[in-house]
């Protein structure tokens, strides 16, 4: 068990008590916005995809050049964030000679917020399955924050917070 944890973890609603989830009330849809809000989910599938697929290329496709990830577990734990697109894409690159199973990053429930054309803040829940030997099982779930940027023309992830509801 993680430093500071109890049995009884995580708490209901950790990540907005904790200032992780900062969704505000749903605003009037504009349809101008339709094709930004889809780019910008489609950005954030792209990240599974290029992780799941071991594509360094994809995968890096998804930052800004200072691009920026980082995480929290439960919001007790904090993961330190990694700066700059090489130094994200070494950081998550890095787990994939020790992760012998088929990673399976399934993003739901996208709202995107805060859309002004050229910025956008999205929140999305992480369901993360892993498959070996056979079988399938649930690795964690969590809420991701993810600060997006268009840069030439392309959704790209300026910074993301990966929010995990149980340690793995």
Same mark, same amino acid.
Not at 42 to 71: M, S, V
Not at 86 to 101: C, I, K, R, S
């Given at each position: 068990?993680?430093?500071?944890?109890?049995?009884?973890?995580?708490?209901?609603?950790?990540?907005?008590?904790?200032?992780?989830?900062?969704?505000?009330?749903? @605003?009037?849809?504009?349809?101008?916005?339709? #094709? &930004?809000?889809? #780019?910008?989910?489609?950005? *954030?599938?792209?990240?599974?995809?290029?992780?799941?697929?071991? &594509?360094?290329? #994809?995968?890096?496709?998804?930052?800004? &050049?200072?691009? *920026?990830?980082?995480?929290?577990?439960?919001?007790?734990?904090? *993961?330190?964030?990694?700066?700059?697109?090489?130094?994200?894409?070494?950081?998550? $690159?890095?787990?994939?000679?020790?992760?012998?199973?088929?990673?399976?990053?399934?993003?739901?429930?996208?709202?995107?917020? &805060? +859309?002004?054309?050229?910025?956008?803040?999205?929140?999305?829940?992480? +369901?993360?399955?892993? #498959?070996?030997?056979?079988?399938?099982?649930?690795? $964690? $779930?969590?809420?991701?924050?993810?600060?997006?940027?268009?840069?030439?023309?392309?959704?790209? *992830?300026?910074?993301?917070?990966? @929010?995990?509801?149980?340690?793995?």
């Amino acid at each position: 068990m993680l430093a500071g944890m109890t049995a009884n973890q995580p708490h209901p609603a950790w990540a907005a008590q904790s200032g992780h989830v900062q969704l505000p009330p749903p @605003g009037a849809a504009d349809p101008s916005q339709v #094709a &930004d809000r889809l #780019a910008i989910a489609e950005c *954030i599938h792209r990240y599974g995809w290029g992780y799941d697929e071991r &594509d360094q290329a #994809a995968l890096g496709g998804c930052f800004t &050049d200072d691009g *920026i990830w980082e995480g929290s577990i439960m919001g007790l734990d904090a *993961i330190e964030p990694h700066r700059g697109r090489d130094a994200v894409v070494e950081f998550l $690159t890095g787990f994939w000679a020790v992760q012998t199973d088929q990673r399976r990053h399934i993003f739901t429930n996208v709202v995107v917020t &805060d +859309l002004d054309g050229s910025t956008a803040v999205a929140h999305a829940y992480l +369901l993360l399955t892993a #498959a070996s030997e056979s079988v399938m099982a649930p690795v $964690t $779930t969590g809420p991701y924050r993810l600060e997006m940027r268009k840069v030439d023309e392309v959704w790209r *992830i300026a910074r993301l917070v990966a @929010g995990f509801d149980a340690p793995f």
